[in-house]
């Protein structure tokens, strides 16, 4: 093995980007069914599957691949209602919203924002009125605002590569 060949830390030789057209290709076809089998892969992107499977396995070793995730339609299970809560913290209670956030499950997101308020979160409840049980949580800790969703026209993605 010479040294251009050696893998660096991202698993990828020379330090390449991960992101070459034969890997953007298997981003693609992975987002819209993550389910292929590395033989539906390999047929797609015109190689073999021990490739494909090799790519696949060093995409997730990198980190471009994260995981993969069940999407449940929370209507389907009862939770019809979404909303995005935008929480501002009082003095000293940024660690208690986030660990709070971690512990609530009709929290399916937290993320840490910029501004103002200091977190977002996505809230799925059965009904309008179950959402102040979640808000009166956060209020001993911070303001809250409350957004409902109406339409998703477009939908959660991956991002373009």
């Known amino acids: 093995m010479t040294s251009s060949s050696v893998p660096s830390r991202s698993g990828f030789p020379d330090g390449r980007s991960p992101l070459d057209p034969v890997n953007r290709r298997l981003l693609e076809a992975l987002s819209a069914d993550p389910r292929l089998s590395a033989a539906e892969l390999a047929r797609r ?19 471009v691949i994260r995981g993969y ?6 209507a389907a299970i009862g939770l019809p209602v979404a909303a995005w ?8 209670q940024l660690p208690r919203i986030a ?12 993320h840490r924002i910029s501004g103002d308020d ?41 991002p373009a590569g």
């Open 69 to 74: 995730r069940l999407d449940i339609d929370p």
């Open 99 to 110: 660990e709070l956030a971690r512990r609530t499950p009709e929290v399916s997101e937290c």
């Open 85 to 92: 809560v935008r929480v501002r913290p009082g003095p000293g």
């Open 45 to 63: 992107v015109g190689m073999s599957a021990p490739a494909v499977r090799e790519r696949v396995s060093r995409l997730e070793e990198a980190g």
């Open 118 to 158: 200091c977190f977002l979160l996505k809230v799925h409840v059965p009904a309008i009125d179950a959402l102040e049980a979640v808000l009166d949580q956060f209020l001993l800790y911070g303001q809250t605002t409350s957004s409902f969703v109406v339409s998703t026209p477009v939908p959660p993605r991956n």
